[in-house]
């Protein structure tokens, strides 16, 4: 079977939205504001953008508002018209999906249950605020497993009814990009994913 490319995939829905004559409504899980800011720049000409910010799995408090007052500064002073949503932290929610999997490498089950916690949050505001789309921002890092995001986005739209737009931030030079725009806006690049392990394992 061949691999997809999820980056044509895109294409071809936004190709197909703009022969509708029509801006679709996207709630766009983000995981930080460098990772969001290629997406938006790439993004904002054919969506009307609803930025979700929901982390459970970042370890503290205070990393968790860095993050996100880096979100909300890049947004103001890029113009990006993006809205932002901030959710409250919920560490709680992640311990839960990781027990029993602490000991697992970066990039394994763990990751993926994290992904699926974070991306099914996104798919339930989505449905309930009748948004057109949902994606996330996670498939840019080179380190994330497109595939799986992918997989997820579209068990969680046939679950909650709301169509999952298909991406692989990273193509294109996206990851690239994303260092470029960080470095212009002197953004915080954190180097390591957010949780206590990933922290451990840097």
């Not at 054919?46 to 996100?68: A, G, K, V």
């Not at 080179?142 to 739209?157: M, Q, S, T, V």
């Amino acid at each position: 079977m061949d691999k997809r490319n999820y980056q044509k995939e895109l294409d071809n829905v936004i190709l197909k939205e703009k022969g509708l004559g029509r801006k679709p409504r996207l709630l766009l899980h983000v995981c930080c504001a460098p990772c969001s800011s290629y997406v938006q720049e790439y993004l904002t000409p054919y969506f009307e953008i609803t930025l979700f910010y929901y982390n459970p799995n970042i370890d503290s408090e205070e990393e968790y508002r860095h993050r996100s007052d880096e979100l909300e500064r890049l947004v103001r002073e890029a113009g990006f018209p993006s809205k932002v949503v901030i959710c409250d932290h919920d560490p709680e929610s992640f311990e839960r999906i990781a027990r029993g999997f602490e000991d697992e490498k970066e990039g394994g089950a763990r990751c993926r249950r994290c992904y699926e916690l974070r991306m099914r949050k996104a798919a339930e505001y989505a449905a309930e605020g009748g948004f057109d789309f949902f994606t996330t921002t996670l498939s840019i890092s080179p380190h994330k497993n497109a595939d799986w995001i992918n997989e997820i986005g579209e068990a969680l739209a046939a679950e909650y009814g709301v169509a999952h737009l298909p991406s692989d931030f990273k193509k294109r030079n996206g990851f690239k990009r994303s260092i470029e725009l960080s470095e212009e806006y002197g953004l915080y690049r954190q180097d390591y994913c957010g949780c206590r392990m990933s922290r451990r394992d840097r």
